[in-house]
């Protein structure tokens, strides 16, 4: 059913198609504003429960079932984010505030209003999945999103990990923001401005965002974060890439870390109430989760060592790049042969235990995760605030040697502020608004290394666990301290649960020699990159770093 467009943006009836559930026939007459110029051929199923979604993918053939199921599927070519085909739209209301460079690149509005009407006119001439939502929390910290795809899976994913509106919230929705997402769409660089056949574009001044040539849904929730990231701190608050979680006394944590380093396993606890697990925002009275759900990371997904995350893969949930036993519909986590980075998207509610509100007090513990491939830094440590904003500036983790072609030692990652390709404003705008908020607070810092000890050994997750338990309830407040020779934080000398032996990194070496000599050279590498990046943040928090030999 076609309908004719008016001048300027067009106001398109929703159409349910043949099939589609009953419960949705509510929404036939509503108006949806939505693809401007064009005719719309194809249905609009709009806000469809995930039950629905998943019919509608079965039926297009975009996946299949697990055993437990899940809606399993396929990304490849692209199995995670397509950094170098992010662009922003330089225009003068947004130029000075973006912060220019290898993240954050520039495309003229006349290239991406051309692209943009090329991906209308595309999703125009097929049927098309919308879904209405909202990131954040409240009248004053929530934004709307008004997602418009071609893929029923993509939608059953934004169901899943934005926030739903209610019947009546859904009835009066005007989106803050409109992302059109076509996978099927093949950009042309000659054409197009693109670098290759996928683009990733957000205009915040006309708050529209194009994505295009990639099934990976990651992007889909990073880009809502990355506007999330934009708009926030004109507010006052904080975003932050960290999950949360608190404790019956309601006390709150939250646990900044890059993909491995433990973020969603260690706030993913049975005896404190999950927030989220991977995107808040810290106002002056709370703590807030922007999202309705989770997407974890489950390479070498067991049931033994992470129950809660196995047992949420289960109906609702959509499973990305996992290989799946074609028979028995069972997944194998322990198989990395379409990528390493397998997903899945579930609803928070598949985790028992969970802060329905999403939202907790503003935190009294702040918890950096590491994975230290090095084998030099300790499990745990105290910083202060100067050293906090050097260490969350850093955003530190490395990847093991042998895990890639041609990585025959440890190599470092440094990620501005844990999530530096979300963040359009200047990262030091982020670091100070951080310091503000945990001198407020008066809350405590740790750093914590789940990595690896001299002896190429990984810290057992139990213990990594007995030592946030640990920090969390304060049983590190009253234990000696030491300070660390090369990095300059403090190390406790005792931890409930632990072997103590296990607190000094250097105990794993087989001399004090190769450990100072590894230490120094690691110690050299958060400095080059602090100098490179950040010769403009105040003198306190530069001279929190590493001591120079």
Known sequence: MGLVPTRGSVELTAVIAAGSEPASARYAKERVAMIEGFELTGAVHRNLAPAALVEHALRNGEGALSETGALVVDTAPRTGRSAKDKFIVDCPEVHDQIAWGAVNRPVSREAFDALYARVAEHLAAHDVYVFDGYAGVGPDHAKRFRIVGELASQALFANQLLRRPSESMLAAFEPDYTLLVAPRFACVPERDGTASDAA????????????????????????????????????????????????????????????????????????????????????????????????????????????????????????????????????????????????????????????????????????????????????????????????????????????????????????????????????????????????????????????????????????????VNAALSGQLDDVDYVRDAHFGFMVPTACPGVPAYLLDPAESWESAEAYAARARKLAAMFADNFAKKYSHVPQEIRAAGPVQA
Request: charged share 20%.
């Open 200 to 467: 990733v574009m957000i205009d915040y001044a006309q708050r529209r965002v194009l994505i295009a040539g990639t099934r990976y849904s990651g992007e889909i929730k990073k880009t809502v974060f990355s506007i999330m990231n934009y708009v926030l701190p004109q507010a006052g608050v904080l975003p932050m890439h960290c999950s949360a979680n608190m404790a019956a006394d309601g006390s709150t944590a939250v646990f900044f870390g890059l993909s491995g380093t433990g973020k969603t396993t260690l706030s993913t606890d049975p005896a404190r109430r999950l927030i989220g697990d991977d995107e808040h925002g810290w106002a002056d009275d709370m703590v807030f989760n922007f999202e309705g759900g989770c997407y974890a990371k489950c390479i070498d997904l067991s049931e033994q060592h992470e129950p809660d995350i196995y047992r949420a893969i289960r109906f609702g949930a959509l499973v990305e790049n996992v290989v799946m036993d074609p028979v028995s519909r069972q997944l194998d986590f322990a198989d990395g042969s379409i990528t390493e980075n397998t997903r899945a998207g579930y609803p928070i509610s598949h985790i028992a235990g969970v802060q329905a509100d999403g939202r907790g007090r503003v935190p009294s513990t702040v918890i950096f995760l590491t994975a230290d491939a090095f084998g030099v830094l300790p499990p745990i440590a105290k910083l202060s605030l100067d050293q906090a904003m050097y260490y969350f500036l850093s955003g530190y983790t490395s990847k093991v040697a042998g895990t890639e072609v041609g990585v025959s030692e440890p190599q470092p990652t440094f990620s501005t502020c844990f999530g530096e390709p979300f963040l359009p404003l200047d990262p030091v705008r982020y670091a100070l608004m951080l310091k503000e908020k945990v001198k407020a607070a008066r809350a405590d810092v740790y750093l914590v290394n789940s990595g690896w000890n001299g002896r190429g050994e990984r810290m057992p997750l139990k213990y990594t666990r007995a030592m």
